[in-house]
């Protein structure tokens, strides 16, 4: 029996000389082509295909329709088609378990997919017939994307903060960003703000600011790893017995609210900031999937925050990737040194050949002193940056090295100071606040700690 083929994409042109060259197939038939988002949703439930094929829609990140489009409909078999230019993201796609051809698709790799991919309406694998019988379709599980989770009618702004090199002060950013935006007002109301640590395995955001680990993103992921069992019970199933591959079935199934967030955030008291930590322990992140973090990011996206800051690590993994796609505003920090440099340029012409907006992301040179071997005119240039961006800088301040090892932010010190001022600057150009607001953070007092060892294992 032939497989039904849906084809997102708004080549029409391309699109059409495609269904002349299916038109003979064997294998399969086309059920329908939708050229916007909106349409591609509802032919995904009325023309129930069997095989997506996933081109590109104007406007769109293909990025984050993947994900969407894979959460929601685990059951189907996913085709990227990519460009020259897109092939770069081809770790990405296949992590999310979707199939990569280049453009121009030609039928025959269509076909040959076809014949990799579960059967029609009839369930029967085309290859294997001694394989596994496929397990009823979970009629129960709801078919609409994470997305259906009702918006707030106040606008807000997704931060997210990469260096693609350790070392260089993304944390400290992060934390003071955190901090500036926590102690703000927009139209008269103080901002509600949530930093989270998305450096899953070696994350220090809860210890720059002297704070628990628990709870945590793990303990989140353990609550709906639970959720999970629960569903997969409710099928008739023993959780035991489920490959991991077959767990993304039952993942939208999970009825996650906005309004659980407060069960696995800590309170910086001094400022207000809630904090959603990484796991204390390194092995906990080895648990940690990718579809936990798609549920993760999705369930803050809709909640009750104005302001979601996300510290990341300095790597390209799944946990990173989806941070930068999720963000509104991405500050790109480094070091006015040759590696960190290099390894600056080399993401960005990594972004640039994918077509990531670049009007997204701030640089932002750390640790700049007054006389440095590269002049941020120079750097700019290197990025191939237009003469008219600004790179923002932050000064090797004594009382930054006196904040990182107190856990006390900078932007909670008495009086001014050139760092200060400079993460002022850069928090404005990130959110516009109203001039003059800004709320009173509690007195902030250090602690004596006799022994740093006993500070960081108590």
Not at 220 to 249: A, F, S, Y
Not at 393 to 418: F, Q, T, W, Y
Request: hydrophobic fraction near 40%; glycine fraction near 6%; charged fraction near 25%.
């Amino acid at each position: 029996m032939k497989k039904c083929l849906l084809i997102v994409d708004d080549d029409i042109e391309s699109v059409m000389v495609l269904q002349q060259r299916l038109a003979a197939s064997q294998r399969l038939v086309v059920g329908g082509h939708a050229t916007s988002v909106e349409k591609a949703w509802q032919m995904l439930q009325t023309a129930r295909p069997d095989v997506v094929l996933l081109g590109g829609i104007r406007d769109t990140e293909r990025g984050v329709l993947s994900q969407q489009f894979r959460l929601a409909y685990p059951h189907l078999s996913f085709i990227a088609a990519c460009s020259t230019q897109e092939l770069v993201w081809e770790p990405f796609f296949r992590n999310l378990g979707i199939w990569v051809i280049a453009k121009p698709v030609l039928a025959d790799q269509l076909e040959a997919l076809a014949m990799m991919t579960p059967g029609g309406a009839g369930g029967e694998s085309v290859i294997v017939q001694t394989q596994k019988p496929v397990q009823p379709a979970i009629t129960e599980l709801p078919l609409q994307p994470a997305t259906a989770l009702p918006l707030r009618a106040t606008p807000k702004h997704l931060i997210t903060v990469y260096g693609p090199k350790g070392g260089v002060g993304k944390t400290f950013i992060s934390r003071e960003l955190a901090i500036f935006f926590s102690m703000q007002k927009q139209e008269g109301q103080s901002l509600r703000v949530l930093a989270v640590d998305f450096n899953l395995d070696l994350g220090t955001f809860a210890t720059a600011l002297n704070l628990p680990r628990t709870p945590n993103i793990f303990t989140w992921v353990q609550d709906m790893d639970v959720q999970l069992q629960e569903v997969v019970k409710r099928h008739g199933r023993d959780p035991n017995t489920v490959r991991l591959e077959e767990w993304q079935d039952y993942v939208s199934a999970l009825p996650l609210s906005p309004q659980d967030i407060s069960k696995y955030i800590v309170r910086h008291n001094e400022s207000g900031l809630d904090v959603l930590t990484s796991p204390r322990d390194i092995r906990h992140s080895f648990e940690i999937k990718d579809y936990h973090l798609y549920l993760i990011l999705e369930t803050l996206k809709h909640s009750d925050y104005d302001v979601i800051l996300i510290d990341t690590a300095p790597d390209t993994t799944d946990a990173t990737i989806q941070a930068l796609f999720f963000a509104e505003q991405v500050v790109m920090v480094g070091n006015p040194v040759v590696d960190s440099i290099e390894n600056i340029q080399r993401l960005l012409k990594l972004l640039r050949e994918a077509e990531y907006p670049e009007e997204r992301i701030q640089m932002c040179m750390n640790r700049l002193q007054r006389k440095e071997m590269f002049t941020l005119d120079e750097i700019r240039a290197y990025f191939q940056l237009h003469p008219s961006r600004r790179i923002y800088s932050i000064p090797d301040d004594a009382e930054v090295k006196k904040s990182i090892n107190s856990g006390i932010p900078v932007m909670l010190h008495p009086g001014r100071s050139a760092a200060k001022e400079a993460i002022e600057t850069l928090g404005r150009a990130l959110l516009p606040i109203d001039a003059g607001m800004e709320k009173q953070p509690k007195q902030a007092k250090a602690k004596e700690r006799s022994s740093l060892f006993r500070w960081l294992w108590s």
